[in-house]
Each structure stands twice: as C-alpha cells, then as structure tokens.
C-alpha cells in the first residue's frame, strides 16, 4: 500500500532564507508525486508533479521539489521564501498502476514564514 | 471555467439527520472522489468514480454514500450524521493524474 510521510507538523523560516518541507513516500512501483498549498479556509491548490524525468521539478510561485529514488524522497524547497508562502503544504502519491485509489495524502506540513 | 465547485460551505446538522454535499465540475474529468480533512490527519479519501455510473470505497466509507449519474456531479450524502463526522469535506476531480479542488464544506454535527 502506498504511504506519505511528512515528518515535520511545522517549519518556521525567516523571510528571505531557503524553505525545505520535507515528504518521503512509499509505493510498490514507480510513484506519481505531487505537492499542494492550502491557503486558510480555502481547498487545495496544485504547486507541482513529478511524473518522470528531470528528478528537479519547477512549478508554480517559484517552488521546485527534487525526486530521490534512493531516499524515496521529494522534498520541496524555495530559494528565498516570502511571508506570503505561508500555508499548509501537503505532499500526495499516486501509484499509476493502481488507479481506484488514487491519491494519498500526508499529514500536512505548515510552514511559517516571519518577517 | 468554473472548474470544482460544492456547496453548501457550511452546514450544521444534528446527530441523526441526513443530508447532500453536492459537488459538480465543468471540465468532464471522469475521476471524482470526495475527502475529508481532519486536523494533523491530511486528507482522507472517503469515495471515488472513475466515470458516470461507477463508484468505489476509499480509506473511511461508513457513513457516506455516493452516486454518479452525470460526468458533472458526484453528491455525497451523509446518511445518519454523527459528531464524528464533524469536519471539512473537499470533491476534487482529476485528470492526466493531477487534482483540482473545490472550496470545501465545512460540517459540524452536534
């Protein structure tokens, strides 16, 4: 079965320094991978996808996350973050062979950008 | 587009009644499914479709039922509604392996 961990429940970061939020995963094949930002009171929004490929994905609000096979790992970084950036981030896997079931979720992560 | 969109956004039920969360997307995705958010618990896929006529069980089914008559809309529908259930709910629809979300419901049982 397919799992999603997101180690830390909170990430506290200083306006203007790199962000990392941290998601390891676990699936039978090779994963689909994603990752999305909820802004308060509001439904997920998709950030970026990892499918195949460059293992650097860039996506949206200058986000990139970096696929690590061997550490069954995509962890998402930003090179300068914004007070702007804080939200709940969430890292999700899919098993393309396993399509009924679709997508699993990790716990979430808030990241808390100060200024 | 409209894309996802579920109303109501709020709703406050007693323990017992019944209602429908409805949820309809103007992008004719086949793949529908509903989610509950819990706090530090992510998101819990509680039914899905893969096209009109066909539904399945994901992760928490008890107590929800679903059906799929149209591409568009995908209801879900809270049976016998218990404090439990108190959380907020999210339809999404997806294609090419990616998700698009609604704006949620957010549901208190007393």
């Known amino acids: 079965a397919q799992s999603v961990a997101q180690p830390e429940d909170q990430v506290n970061v200083a306006e203007g320094n790199p962000l990392t939020v941290k998601c390891t995963y676990s699936v039978s094949g090779n994963p689909y991978l994603f990752w999305y930002v909820q802004y308060p009171n509001r439904g997920l929004q998709f950030l970026l996808k990892y499918i195949t490929g460059d293992n650097l994905v860039k996506g949206s609000y200058g986000f990139e996350a970096e696929f690590n096979k061997s550490q069954t790992s995509f962890h998402l970084k930003k090179p300068s973050a914004l007070v702007s950036d804080s939200a709940l981030y969430f890292c999700a896997v899919r098993d393309p062979n396993n399509y009924g079931q679709n997508f699993v979720f990790g716990p979430g992560t808030r990241l808390s950008v100060l200024p | ?110």
């Open chain 2, 1 to 110: 587009n409209a894309g996802v969109t579920q109303t109501p956004k709020f709703q406050v039920l007693k323990t017992g009644q019944s209602m429908t969360l409805q949820c309809a997307q103007d992008m004719n995705h086949e793949y529908m499914s509903w989610y509950r958010q819990d706090p530090g618990m992510g998101l819990r896929l509680i039914h899905y479709s893969v096209g009109a006529g066909i539904t399945d069980q994901g992760e928490v089914p008890n107590g929800y039922n679903v059906s799929r008559s149209t591409t568009e809309d995908f209801p879900l529908r809270l049976l016998s509604a218990a404090p439990s259930q108190t959380s907020v709910y999210f339809c999404a629809s997806a294609k090419g392996g990616e998700q698009y979300f609604g704006p949620g419901t957010r549901l208190t049982v007393t």
